[in-house]
């Protein structure tokens, strides 16, 4: 099992170019997540999608759209990139969003974008 | 709002101590509380998951205790080694499904 996986591992960007971050996980989980990791800021959840078919708005949505493709796949697209959005972007899994068993995020290695 | 508190925000310790690390929080509301790990430049590890009904769990070397009415959890990791060295992470649950996580603690185990 490879888990969580991330497609790129690094990008950089010029001011209003666009791009779509790729995940996938093996695990059958239900839920995923996208989060971004900046320094004193603690990691903060952008969207979410709780099952198949159902994406929700996080703490820091604007400047973010999601698809949830599959059951495996949730990507995360930049539509114009600002240099506010460079940041560690991780993706996660869990079986269920809330509620039932034990619910455990697991995480992937993370994508390293900077924003020019 | 949750907010998550992780204090120190650095630890440096000599090999083979035992040591504490603290998470508080100040919605006692929660459904579960998780330790990661994070090494530098890579994703975050599982360490252990508590749920809000659990008081404690324990694996290996690592014990990790909740106290909800307090809004407090501790990490204890006993007999440290230089590979413990990392960034430790909280995040709590709450019954809506989102999780806070805390700034972390970075520990240093010198051997």
């Known amino acids: 099992n490879a888990g969580v996986t991330q497609t790129p591992k690094f990008q950089v960007l010029k001011t209003g170019q666009s791009m779509t971050l790729q995940c996938a996980q093996d695990?059958?989980?239900?839920?995923m997540y996208w989060y971004r990791q900046d320094p004193g800021m603690g990691l903060r959840l952008i969207y979410y999608?709780?099952?198949?078919?159902?994406?929700d708005k996080g703490e820091v949505p604007n400047g973010y759209n999601v698809s949830r493709l599959n059951k495996r796949e949730f990507s995360l697209r930049l539509e114009s990139a600002a240099p506010s959005q460079t940041s560690v972007y991780f993706c996660?899994?869990?079986?269920?969003?809330?509620?039932?068993?034990?619910?455990?995020?697991?995480f992937g290695p993370g994508t390293r974008l900077t924003v020019l | 709002k949750q907010e998550v508190t992780q204090i120190p925000a650095a630890l440096s310790v000599p090999e083979g101590e035992n040591l504490v690390l603290n998470c508080s929080f100040t919605?006692?509301?929660?459904?579960?509380l998780q330790w990661f790990r994070q090494d530098p430049g890579k994703g975050l590890t599982s360490l252990l998951l508590?749920?809000?009904?659990?008081r404690e769990q324990t694996s290996g070397r690592l014990n990790a205790s909740l106290d909800k009415s307090s809004g407090r959890s501790t990490l204890y990791i006993a007999a440290s080694q230089p590979g413990d060295s990392a960034t430790y992470l909280c995040a709590v649950k709450g019954n809506a499904g989102k999780s806070t996580f805390g700034d972390g603690t970075t520990l240093t185990v010198k051997p």
């Open positions: 695990m059958n989980h239900n839920s």
């Open positions: 996660a899994s869990s079986e269920y969003f809330s509620g039932g068993r034990t619910n455990e995020q697991f």
């Open positions: 919605d006692s509301a929660i459904y579960n």
């Open positions: 999608s709780a099952s198949e078919g159902t994406t």
């Open positions: 508590i749920q809000s009904s659990q």
